[in-house]
């Protein structure tokens, strides 16, 4: 009676096992999930597809083998106190056949698996070259002066969000300025290491307009989980809307208005260490943010054109409510690049996120566990500190920041 207790308790749990196991398949396989790698939307994430979906299979095969197998030894040669089954060890033919079958398995997946990971890795018929820095805990994106790109002829900075031009191969060069964080839009291509350091190489591609999401996939510290990243495609018409508007000279609110006011409280406050293209002090000089001398990590995102962007805060956050960022997301591939470059409208802020970002952006997004590990990095924040501002300093900045597009 115990043995078949035993039995029939180890059967209920095979059968729970199975059950979460197609339940976790099911889920897998959701719709509308916006990192989903068996969704490609790029040659180069193509390759990626046309690897794994065989290799999945296989492995499903080989899977449902193994426990097959499995489940018939467990049913089949039970304990009912017969005398032990004959082993079968030491028999050189079933040990050499059992070895050879995994290996030719293996052999079958590793020339493909190799060739796929040289053709990603080639970079000489990229047409556009990207810079992108990862710290802690945000994305920084550049556009060097190249000809690349249909030509730019100023350098431009932006974070979270990386703007390329549809069927154009992209060179993204990628390094770290603190630990190692990973770079992965699931759509597009494979992950890439950033590391201190070294410069790595990813090309991306996208077949149509869209944005496409992603994450860093490299446990990074406190607010790893809030480290994202989005590739805006457009169509290379749009792209160059987008380029003409982010090297476009800086216009200076209105005087007497409330944006005035906030230009003013952004250069007491802010200006140390977030730079704004163009702004200049009473005298008429530029005025340069030192964030190496204001935090930890040495730099901080430019807020030149903040308002073109979706996202703020290492895109944690969306800087549109749900119902705009929807009309943007859920565009069509002809209208996304159209309404994504309709920038952040008064309307469509998300304000409260935004406002609690100015308000204690600490108590929004995790960057130090204890104020005493401000001793660890000579007195300098890791992040962006709670700058004791008041509503109205907030309004002003609200203001001022919205000009920004």
């Known amino acids: 009676m115990e043995t078949t207790s035993t039995v029939n308790k180890m059967s209920r749990r095979i059968r729970i ?4 196991a197609l339940g976790l398949a099911v889920a897998g396989c959701a719709q509308d999930a916006p990192q989903d790698t068996f969704d490609p939307a790029g ?3 193509q390759k990626i597809q046309d690897l794994q979906v065989p290799i999945f299979i296989l492995a499903g095969v080989v899977g449902l083998i193994v426990l097959s197998v499995l489940t018939f030894v467990l049913i089949r040669f039970r304990d009912r106190g017969q005398a032990i089954p004959e082993q079968s060890h030491g028999n050189p033919m079933l040990e050499i056949v059992l070895t050879i079958i995994p290996a030719l398995i293996l052999i079958g ?3 493909p698996t190799v060739g796929t990971i040289l053709a990603l890795s080639e970079t000489d018929d990229t047409e556009c070259i990207i810079n992108v820095t990862g710290q802690q805990w945000w994305w920084e994106v550049d556009y060097p002066v190249q000809d690349g790109c249909g030509g730019i002829s100023d350098v431009i900075i932006t974070s979270g969000q990386m703007v390329i031009p549809t069927g154009t191969e992209v060179l993204v060069r990628g390094t770290s300025r603190d630990v190692i964080h990973s770079w992965w839009i699931p759509r597009l291509n494979g992950k890439k290491d950033m590391v201190p350091g070294r410069v790595h ?5 996208a077949d149509e307009p869209g944005i496409y999401a992603g994450q860093c996939t490299e446990f990074c510290g406190l607010s790893h989980a809030n480290m994202r990243m989005e590739v805006i495609a457009m169509d290379p018409d749009d792209f160059e809307t987008w380029k003409a508007g982010q090297m476009a000279e800086y216009v200076a609110p209105e005087e007497g208005t409330l944006a005035a006011e906030g230009e003013a409280t952004f250069i007491a406050q802010c200006s140390r260490c977030h730079q704004v293209n163009g702004l200049e002090d ?3 000089n530029p005025i340069i943010a030192r964030p190496d001398l204001q935090v930890y990590s040495g730099a901080t995102p430019n807020l030149s054109w903040l308002m073109t ?3 703020f805060a290492g895109a944690s956050w969306d800087l549109l409510t749900p119902e705009c960022r929807a009309d943007v997301w859920d565009a069509s591939p002809e209208t996304v690049g159209e309404k994504y470059l309709e ?3 008064p309307e469509c802020l998300n304000s409260v996120d935004f406002r609690e970002w100015l308000r204690n952006a600490p108590a929004k997004k995790p960057m130090y566990t204890d104020p005493t ?3 660890e990095t000579g007195g300098l924040p890791r992040g962006m500190p709670d700058l004791g501002l008041g509503e109205d300093q907030i309004d002003q900045l609200v203001a001022y920041l919205l000009e920004r597009q």
């Not at 096992?17 to 979460?20: D, E, K, P, R, V």
């Not at 190489?201 to 591609?205: A, I, K, P, T, Y």
């Open 17 to 20: 096992g199975l059950i979460a």
């Open 43 to 45: 040659e180069n994430a």
């Open 109 to 111: 997946i590793s020339i």
């Open 201 to 205: 190489n990813v090309r991306l591609q």
């Open 282 to 284: 009473d005298d008429g």
């Open 309 to 311: 962007r979706n996202t």
């Open 343 to 345: 920038g952040v409208s």
């Open 373 to 375: 590990e401000l001793e």
